[in-house]
């Protein structure tokens, strides 16, 4: 339906953004690319009195090497995401992933930014830079910090963003050549919110693995580790034999949500399935 | 308190006070006149409202009217007018790719941008590009045959062109 009536501001710089917001306190909302933002208003799932448009601050654009990472700006759209050489060169896990997230014309507007804020426990980048290993920057009147995107989903929803922060970048630490990718989904349709996906990463030292990093979705209230799937295939290479161990590993690492409609058990058994598929697969970066 | 915009739509200056709450879609249809962008489940679903947004398929229910400060729109409309889509509506014509009409100004959105990504996009890939966009009337069978087949004809009156650069 139509959204209900509210205030809408730009803000230049993100001194602005938290004067803007601190004025109207808890009754803010920030809004990029408002892919999350609009529906949910148009199902009435929130209705702040102020919208502060924070989509024309220079700091949340682009996408750069700096350093040993590379920095992917909040406001990069999917569509970049998906196409950009320098994600698919040091972050292949998010352009594999990026493909599979909403449909077309969702991905030329919804923001990665946007996306990891959100902390929908479906989607697909928060699994894909908990993978990764990357660092969230987030900025605010407090000052700039980067957490771990271990530290940064919390809850259903919920991030380690206080009131008034902005989500500026994802730093993805820069992989060495030869580390090994894969991801994957089980939808029941294109663009479908996936019934259960992985994302994962390893590598490799005379063929044996010496460290594995693999993130599940759409499996609880958050993008999930799995910490003894991980345990499981170090020190030996990805063979049948590992895999299975893994498999088998991964009743340790999750506690499914028991729906009437997808029972734990079953969402349990498609996450082995799919995580055989995904280690079978692993590929260096193209 | 409504905010003053400025855009481009289907190569026209337009400047116009919006209220925020305003869509795209709304202001395109209420403002401007310009019905053939429709709107159908108004939280980014159905595909039934999508317009180019600086070339590139987007939801016109959920951008917000004022988000599109600066940009360049065309709507079904203007690629009618320029006769742009025309080999498209004549294929989906042929190909009785609609009935009651109402998805097909954004099948048509979906099929340009991927026509112009991609000349010659396989079955899967037409499938994939109208993943946003649903038909309730006729299944999807004859708008992937109307998309293809316009990708073919496309590629046919483009390959003299190309020989002769070429040479």
């Known amino acids: 339906m139509k959204l209900p009536a509210f205030e809408y501001l730009r803000a230049r710089s993100p001194e602005e953004a938290w004067q803007l917001h601190s004025e109207v306190e808890g009754d803010a909302v920030y809004l990029s690319g408002g892919h999350s933002v609009v529906p949910s208003m148009a199902l009435r799932l929130q209705a702040p009195s102020r919208l502060i448009d924070i989509s024309g601050i220079a700091d949340l654009h682009g996408i750069a090497v700096q350093g040993e990472v590379l920095r992917i700006g909040a406001m990069t759209r999917h569509a970049e995401v998906m196409d950009n050489p320098l994600v698919a060169r040091h972050a292949p896990l998010l352009a594999l992933a990026a493909p599979h997230v909403a449909h077309p014309a969702i991905r030329n507007r919804g923001t990665l930014g946007g996306n990891l804020a959100l902390a929908d426990p479906a989607s697909e980048f928060p699994a894909a830079v908990l993978a990764l290993r990357a660092k969230i920057e987030i900025m605010g009147p407090e000052g700039r910090r980067h957490v771990p995107a271990d530290d940064f989903f919390l809850d259903l929803y ?125 590929e260096t970066r193209p | ?70 940009g360049r729109i065309e709507t079904i409309e203007g690629l009618t007018e320029t006769g742009a889509v025309a080999d498209l509506q004549e294929s989906f014509h042929d190909r009785n790719a609609l009935q009651c009409g109402y998805c097909t100004s954004g099948m048509l959105m979906s099929a340009q941008a991927l026509l112009a990504r991609n000349a010659a996009p396989s079955r ?19 708008i992937v045959d109307a998309i293809a087949a316009t990708g073919r004809a496309r590629a046919v009156t483009a390959a003299p062109a190309n020989t002769e650069a070429a040479e």
């Open chain 2, 124 to 142: 899967d890939e037409i499938r994939d590009a109208l993943s946003g966009n649903y038909c309730r009337c006729t299944g999807y069978e004859a």
């Open chain 2, 1 to 70: 308190m409504k905010v003053l915009v400025n855009t481009i739509v289907n190569g026209a200056p337009v400047q116009e006070a919006v209220t925020p709450r305003s869509s795209l879609a709304d202001f395109l249809r209420d403002d401007l006149g310009l019905t053939g962008t429709h709107l159908g489940c108004e939280m980014g679903a159905c595909g039934a409202c999508l317009v180019l947004l600086d070339g590139a398929p987007v939801h016109a229910c959920l951008v917000l009217a004022v988000q599109a400060e600066g």
């Open chain 1, 158 to 282: 919920e991030t380690a963003l206080a009131p008034g922060e902005i989500l500026a970048a994802v730093h993805v630490p820069l992989p060495p050549a030869d580390r090994v990718f894969a991801f994957d989904e089980i939808a029941r349709r294109r663009g479908d919110y996936a019934m259960v996906g992985v994302a994962a990463q390893a590598d490799l030292e005379e063929g044996v693995v010496v460290d594995a990093s693999i993130a599940l979705f759409s499996v609880g209230f958050t993008p999930v580790r799995a910490t003894a799937a991980q345990a499981a295939l170090i020190g030996a290479p990805l063979s049948p034999e590992s895999l299975a161990r893994a498999q088998a590993s991964l009743a340790e690492d999750l506690d499914p949500p028991d729906d009437p409609g997808f029972p734990a058990p079953r969402r349990l058994q498609l996450a082995r399935v799919l995580l055989g598929r995904v280690l079978n697969r692993m």
